[in-house]
């Protein structure tokens, strides 16, 4: 099987060495081609330099679409042309916003579409992915994205019109996060930690509760039971948070971001 890559970015490449790395498929197996050849060369050794999109479009068996939402029309618009068979080729994008109906129509119905929303996490193989099919998808096509996403964090097969609130989600996600973390540093800043241990603390808090979520199957709020005593500092930041509308906050900006990617990918 050949995997062609189109786009050696930042995502393109980490979704590439991730899949490698994991045992997806072999280096001698990719295919890639980007305007910059330097960007090709830095994926490393075993992995082949095309000449032309043409070439990549033409010798793979799976297009792995890795170039900005912009640019995805303009390079499915050669499958025709390129490809014998209308069911040789299965494309895998990952561009934000652009709907398989439109990629489908892109590609004059010339090649199994999956539409895929990974988030920037997946560059240090701790992704939160979602995909969903085009019409002419297989089983077999899923179990390949599920394979590919899931060499990089964990992945969902999805109806398309919920990747809006994947995007909302674990797209948009890390930017609240980043915001949460920002916001408990400052809190002890003000208190007076100093900055740098503030941040870290803050950091680490973040990434341990989580681990904790993930690795224990309990639910959040039974881990938070456990460490808020009666009468203690944890309710007593609890009601302060509450008092915020922490939660309807979250939940709003979920709502608010999915609304928005349903709007841009009109
Ligand atoms: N970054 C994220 O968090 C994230 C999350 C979810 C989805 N995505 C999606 O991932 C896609 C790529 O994002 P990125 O951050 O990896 O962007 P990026 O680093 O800019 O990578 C895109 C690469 O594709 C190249 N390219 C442009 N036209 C091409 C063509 N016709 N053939 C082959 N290569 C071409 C670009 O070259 P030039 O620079 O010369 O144009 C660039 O090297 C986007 O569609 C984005 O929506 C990104």
Redesign the pocket.
């Known amino acids: 099987m050949t995997i062609g890559l ?9 979704l590439t060495l991730g899949a490698i790395k994991k045992g997806v498929f072999e280096p001698n197996q990719v295919l890639a ?4 050849p330097e ?1 090709i060369a830095a994926l490393g050794d075993g992995i082949s330099a095309a000449k032309s ?1 043409a070439e990549v479009i033409q010798e793979s068996d799976v297009l792995l679409l ?4 912009y ?2 029309s ?2 499915l618009a050669k499958i025709p042309a390129l490809v014998e068979s209308p069911d040789k080729l299965l494309v895998i ?6 709907k398989i109906e439109t990629m489908e129509e892109s590609c004059n119905h010339q090649a199994r579409i999956v539409r895929t ?4 996490p ?2 240090i193989g701790e992704g939160a992915a979602a995909f969903a099919l085009g019409k002419k998808a297989t089983d077999a096509d899923a179990d390949f994205t599920e394979k590919l996403l899931g060499s990089i964090g964990i992945v969902y097969g999805v109806k398309e019109s919920l990747l809006d609130t994947v995007t909302g989600l674990s ?1 948009s996600g890390p930017a609240y996060v980043y915001t949460f973390i920002e916001a408990l540093a400052d809190g002890a800043l003000l208190e007076g930690l100093p900055r740098d241990q503030a941040l870290a603390l803050a950091t680490q808090t973040v990434l341990g509760a989580a681990r904790m979520v993930a690795d224990s199957g309990e639910h959040p709020s039974v881990l938070r039971d456990r460490v808020t005593s009666p009468g203690g500092t944890t309710i007593a930041g609890l009601a302060a948070l509450e008092e915020g509308a922490f939660r309807s906050t979250a939940i709003n900006a979920i709502k608010a971001a999915t609304k928005k990617a349903r709007e841009l990918g009109r």
Do not use: R
């Open positions: 189109i786009g050696c970015g930042k995502m393109g490449s980490a081609y980007d305007p910059v960007s999109l890795c170039v900005k939402p640019q995805v303009e390079v994008s990952i561009a934000a916003g652009v929303m990974p988030n920037t997946a560059l797209g």
